[in-house]
Each structure stands twice: as structure tokens, then as C-alpha cells.
């Protein structure tokens, strides 16, 4: 059953004046995205900087307003949804960001901090003070740390803060931002492994945003591969080493060094250059200034997402 | 077969002396590194790893002061060196690269400007000679349009290429030792293999010695000849790449290696607790309030590092106990 749907989103933000050029540039943040989520399932958002994730992630919890494009919630349209309809939403989709200290008010105690959207949505105090012990356990703190202030935890202590008040409304989406990368290696996995199970026990559908590709392939059950404001390619997760066909998606792969020593002999990398400047995306295909197979076609066509198997979808004119 | 090392650092300790308690980032650190090699020093943040970099070149600021050790280059102990013959070293013999490079390059001058006086404060060559070295060093690095780079400021640049050239002016002078502190941390993957490609290329060109610090496990088993992996401000385990990661000995680093995500991988087993602080730390191994073989012994003295094998060292008491043979050699 999907859960969410997108439909040819658009985001576009004026840019900064240019250096030298005095013309204002719009930025293509996001640039005509499609995709479907059922319930219950992780979309693995990866990408590198710029391409555009993390906006599309605030658009689909409305944070920000799309230029163009719908989005559906169980079938309907809730892109221009304000008001109490809006709040309503609020409760249906959380997020969960990167930097897990500065989304927690410093000076209010934890209980005081998840306790916050029950009492917004009108929970009574006895009950709430139920769920703030329920959800600290559920997160893997003790009850007792309701009383205590963020600055007492750790990185990972304060993700799993996060994640609890993220949790506190019983949401139904909830868009995962680089939940882990500000976190040290060792409390990385331990992060991963909580938002895996809480999937499983509350039947969660995750929007997990991240550049990191073994991570996304560890919680998602398909991954979506962003590359300057576009999908290149959507596959299922437990084939995305041996089937990604997108030459981009081919490149990240090669570029993530495997902690293998074995493994690194002739592993030269296939691309060059960075990722062009999302306010003036090249013609044609966006990848084929990078491309080590762009031909002719690639430099004038822009290739659309068309399926190439079982719940694949391919943005490529070869491969 | 392996060479006389090139940069031998022995029992190198530097303490923070806060307001707080005294902060031991950096605590009895020996390792060496030959010419041509690289060494990846790995660990998560506050174990001390840039703190060694810092301390190696005499670079610590109060609080912080370097208590004990001996850093050997090219016949000096850099810590007791004069200052003045200090500065020569650095850049000429010994360069560091930071992570934030924003910081590190002049926000007035271009970039060509900033090069080649690098290269012409540290050789006898003329300004025109020193930007035509510039470019090429630029265009190895995988810069394009090094020409037109030359005549832009730090903050045109993206992170990646400063990141670059940073690298380049680092190289400019050929230095003998290069300390690379996350060099790639805040890159995309794709312009980090650029990246890392290009500077085991230079390694070995050159000849130049190269620590790389960092926390990335994937980087260093694509980039070390030799690993040292650290724990709260002490070197857990030393030895080949391939002997850390094909048999880890210190519970750490078997640890660290089961918690890091592998494309196709299908369980994680997190390390359970949390790093250390370093303020006050106990008497005992550090690492003892997580390890998942810990024992009565380990509440005892901090444990040495120590020869386990062949090119192949670890402080952990539980080591000496299982494989008495290899540990009983030193």
C-alpha cells in the first residue's frame, strides 16, 4: 500500500547574485523528482552534496514549499494543505536531522523536550509523563533521564533524544537526514541497528537521506541514487552492488573505499571533477560532462526514468 | 627489506591542563614510518590523533604543553631544536595538511599568489619558475583549468578544490614527511578517490612519507601500508594493513571493524557504551568499560603495547593470556 507519493517535484531557490555575472540565478535544488513509498518500507535517498536530498526531504515533511510538483499522502494530495490540516501532518511525518544538538533545546530538561508535540497535540499531563518514560526506554535511555539536560548526553544519547520526540506522535513517515553522520564510528551502528528495529516494531516507513552508500543499503529496502536535483536510478537495496546500471551510480560505488585492504588493487577512480553548480545544471544529460560513456545523444537529450527490471527504474540512454 | 624510518616518534605525551583536570590527549605514542610508506592512524574523535599531529610539529598551545617524547627527523629531535631551525623544518621537511582548508589559506590573495610564494620562500627559484610549478602541481591534482585558478580567491573555490590546494602547497616544497589530518573527511566520495588516487601517486613518485589521519576505516585499508588504530590518547593496536584487518588482536579495533557498515553486509554489532572522556581517565585500560572480553586482570595497570607477531603490536592484557607464545617474545 504506498504510503507517500511524489509527483514531478520541483524546488527552485533564487540564488546569490553571481560574482562577476549581475543577473540573479535560480538554483535547482530539486528539479521534477518522482517516486512512491509504501508503508512500512525505507527509501534510501544517496546522493552527494548539492544534489538536492536533503530539500527534497524537508519538502516531503513541508517544511518548505515546493515551486512545483504534488505530493500524496495515502492517495491525497496534501501539497496545499494549511492550517489545522497542516498540523495534522505534523503529527503524520517527522523528521530526524544531522546535527543532534542543536534540534534540542539546550536549556529544557529531555522529558520537557519529547513531552513538547504531546502536549501541542493535547495529551494529558499524566499520560504524557507515561509516554516520556515509555519512549525513553523504547530509545534505549532510562526513564530517569527525563529529568536530566541534553548537554549531560552524548552524540549518540542525543540522536536517540531526537528520535524519541521524532516517535512521540506515532508517526507514520519519518524522514531520516544524515541521521548519523555527525556520530562517531563506534555509535554509528548502534543508531542504525535502533532505527532498524523501530522500524520492524512500529511498522515505520523511513526516508533515509544519507551520502553514505553502505549505510543506505544497510536500513533501505530500495535506494534512490540523486544526481543534481534529479533520480538517475531507483533499485531495490540487495541489488544495488551488483545491479546499479547508472554510470554515476557505478562511480559511487567504486569511489566508497570497502574496508578491505584486498580490495584495492586496481580501483582507480572512474570519474573526474566535482558536481557542476546546480544553478547552471549542463544541458542534456546532467551527468555527462562526468560521464566516462557520454556520447552525442547524451550532450543534447536528456534522458528520462524509464524500468529496466523488477522495481527498477533507470535515467540513462545506454547501460 | 624495510627501510630505516624516516620519522621515529618515541613515548610522545602532551596533557591539557584545564580548568577542569588535566586532559591526557596524547599518552606514551611511539611509532615510526619509512620513506615511501604510508601510515593511517586511525580513531574517533578526541583519541588524540590530530593532537600527535599538532604535537609532532611543536605546533601545541597552551593549555596544552608536550610533557615527554622525542620526535627523530633527519637526525633532530624536532622538540628540542632551536625555533628558528624549527621553522626551516616545517614546510620544507615536514608539512601538515588540516581538514578545514578555509582557514588555512589567505582569504586576500589568490591562489597563484599564495603558491608560488611557498614555493619561493622555501627554493632558489624565480617567481615565474615557481608558478609554472604551481600549475602543473595543480593539474596533477586533478584541478581544472589550472591557469585560471591561479587568479582566483580561497573563497571561489569549493571545498574540494581547496581541499586540493592545499595538498598542492603541501607538495610544493617536497617535503620528506607529509601529515595529512582527514584530508578527505568533508569531500564527496567521488572527489575523495580523486583525491587519494592522486596522493598515492605523489607518495610514490616522491618518495615522501605519508600519516594520514582519520576515522574512515575504508580509506585507510584503500590507502595504509602500516595502521595504527588509538584509543582515548594511546595506540591500541600497530601493524600491516593487512594484519589489522585480517587479524585484528585488540578487541577495539575487532569491534570497530563489526560496526562499520559494508556495502552487502548484512548485520552490524555496535560497540556498546560510549567513548571515553578524556579528563580523568582510569588507571586501567580505557577501553574496559566496553569491551566484550573484559576480565578481572584488565582492572589492573593500563596495559603496554607490545609485540604480539611479526610487524604486529597491542596493549591489551588478554592478548599476553591466549597467544603466550607471541606475546612472551619481547
Given at each position: 500500500m504506498t504510503l507517500l507519493e511524489v509527483r514531478e517535484l520541483v524546488k527552485h531557490y533564487a540564488g546569490k547574485r553571481g560574482i562577476f555575472a549581475g543577473h540573479r540565478e535560480k538554483v535547482?535544488?530539486?528539479?521534477g523528482v518522482t517516486f512512491a513509498l509504501a508503508r512500512g518500507e525505507t527509501l534510501g535517498l544517496v546522493g552527494e552534496s548539492g544534489c538536492g536530498k536533503s530539500t527534497l526531504g524537508r519538502l516531503v515533511v513541508r517544511l518548505e514549499e515546493p515551486t512545483a510538483g504534488k505530493i500524496l499522502l495515502a492517495g491525497e494530495e496534501i501539497t496545499g494543505w494549511t492550517g489545522r490540516k497542516l498540523r495534522e501532518l505534523r503529527r503524520r511525518f517527522q523528521i530526524i536531522f544531522q546535527?543532534?544538538?542543536?534540534?534540542?533545546?539546550?536549556?529544557?530538561t529531555v522529558g520537557a523536550i519529547i513531552e513538547e508535540p504531546l502536549a501541542n497535540f493535547g495529551v494529558a499531563k499524566r499520560e504524557r509523563q507515561e509516554r516520556v518514560a515509555e519512549l525513553l526506554t523504547l530509545v534505549g535511555?532510562?526513564?530517569?533521564?527525563?529529568?536530566?539536560?541534553?548537554?549531560?548526553?552524548?552524540g549518540g544519547q542525543r540522536q536517540r533524544i531526537n528520535i524519541a520526540r521524532a516517535l512521540a506522535l506515532q508517526p507514520e513517515l519519518v524522514v531520516c537526514d544524515?541521521?548519523?553522520?555527525?556520530?562517531d564510528v563506534s555509535i554509528r551502528a548502534q543508531i542504525l541497528n535502533l532505527l532498524r528495529g523501530l522500524k520492524r516494531r512500529l511498522n515505520l516507513s523511513y526516508l533515509f537521506i544519507s551520502h553514505d552508500l553502505a549505510a543506505v543499503n544497510y536500513l533501505a529496502d530500495r535506494v534512490a541514487v540523486m544526481y543534481l536535483g534529479k533520480i538517475v536510478e531507483i533499485l531495490p537495496a540487495e541489488g544495488l552492488v551488483s545491479q546499479a546500471r547508472h554510470p554515476y551510480s557505478r562511480a559511487l560505488l567504486r569511489a566508497v573505499?570497502?574496508?578491505?585492504?584486498?580490495?584495492?588493487?586496481?580501483?582507480?577512480?572512474v570519474v573526474r571533477g566535482e558536481t557542476p553548480d546546480p544553478a547552471r545544471p549542463p544541458a542534456g544529460c546532467r551527468f555527462h560532462p562526468r560521464?566516462?560513456?557520454?556520447?552525442d545523444v547524451c550532450r543534447q537529450d536528456e534522458p528520462v526514468l524509464k524500468?529496466?527490471?523488477?522495481?527498477h527504474l533507470l535515467r540513462c540512454h545506454f547501460s | 627489506m624495510s627501510s630505516a624510518p624516516v620519522l621515529k616518534i618515541k613515548n610522545l605525551s602532551t596533557y591539557f591542563y584545564t580548568r577542569l583536570g588535566v586532559i591526557?590527549?596524547?599518552?606514551r605514542v611511539s611509532f615510526e614510518v619509512e620513506p615511501g610508506k604510508l601510515l593511517g592512524l586511525v580513531g574517533e574523535s578526541g583519541c588524540g590523533k590530530s593532537v600527535t599531529a599538532l604535537s609532532i610539529l611543536r605546533l601545541i598551545e597552551p593549555p596544552g604543553r608536550i610533557l615527554s617524547g622525542e620526535v627523530w627527523l633527519n637526525g633532530h629531535d624536532l622538540l628540542k631544536i632551536p625555533p628558528g631551525q624549527l621553522r626551516q623544518v616545517r614546510g620544507r621537511e615536514i608539512a601538515l595538511v588540516f581538514q578545514d582548508p578555509l582557514t588555512s589559506l589567505?582569504?586576500?590573495?589568490?591562489i597563484g599568489t599564495q603558491l608560488a610564494e611557498t614555493i619561493v620562500s622555501h627554493e632558489e627559484v624565480s617567481r615565474a619558475e615557481a608558478r609554472r610549478r604551481a600549475v602543473e602541481l595543480l593539474f596533477r591534482l586533478g584541478l581544472p583549468d589550472p591557469e585560471r585558478l591561479m587568479r582566483l580567491?580561497?573563497?571561489?573555490?569549493?571545498g574540494g578544490m581547496r581541499q586540493r590546494v592545499m595538498m598542492a602547497m603541501a607538495i610544493s616544497m617536497r617535503p620528506k614527511v607529509l601529515i595529512a589530518d582527514e584530508?578527505?573527511?568533508?569531500?564527496?566520495v567521488t572527489v575523495q578517490a580523486q583525491i587519494l588516487a592522486e596522493l598515492k601517486r605523489l607518495q610514490e613518485e616522491m618518495g615522501m612519507a605519508i600519516i594520514l589521519i582519520t576515522h574512515d576505516l575504508g580509506v585507510v585499508a584503500a590507502m595504509a601500508d602500516e595502521v595504527a588504530v588509538m584509543y582515548a590518547g594511546s595506540i591500541v593496536e600497530r601493524g600491516s594493513v593487512v594484519q589489522i584487518f585480517?587479524?585484528?588482536?585488540h578487541p577495539y579495533t575487532r569491534a570497530l571493524l563489526r560496526s562499520v557498515p559494508r556495502l552487502?553486509?548484512?548485520e552490524l554489532v555496535p560497540i556498546g557504551g560510549q567513548p571515553p572522556?578524556?579528563?580523568?581517565?582510569?588507571?586501567?585500560?580505557?577501553f574496559l568499560p566496553r569491551?566484550?572480553?573484559?576480565?578481572?586482570?584488565?582492572?589492573g595497570k593500563k596495559p603496554e603495547l607490545r609485540e604480539i607477531g611479526p610487524d604486529h603490536a597491542a596493549a591489551c592484557h588478554r592478548i599476553s593470556r591466549s597467544c603466550p607464545g607471541e606475546a612472551g617474545r619481547r
Open positions: 535547482r535544488a530539486v528539479d546535527d543532534s544538538s542543536s534540534s534540542l533545546n539546550p536549556r529544557r535511555l532510562e526513564p530517569g533521564d527525563a529529568w536530566k539536560y541534553p548537554h549531560e548526553f552524548s544524515e541521521p548519523v553522520s555527525s556520530l573505499p570497502e574496508p578491505d585492504p584486498r580490495q584495492r588493487t586496481g580501483r582507480k577512480p560521464c566516462p560513456e557520454a556520447r524500468e529496466v527490471g523488477e522495481g | 591526557k590527549a596524547v599518552d589567505n582569504p586576500v590573495l589568490t580567491y580561497p573563497f571561489q573555490l569549493s584530508p578527505t573527511t568533508a569531500l564527496d585480517d587479524r585484528p588482536a552487502g553486509k548484512e572522556a578524556l579528563l580523568n581517565l582510569p588507571a586501567h585500560c580505557a569491551c566484550p572480553e573484559a576480565h578481572t586482570e584488565c582492572r
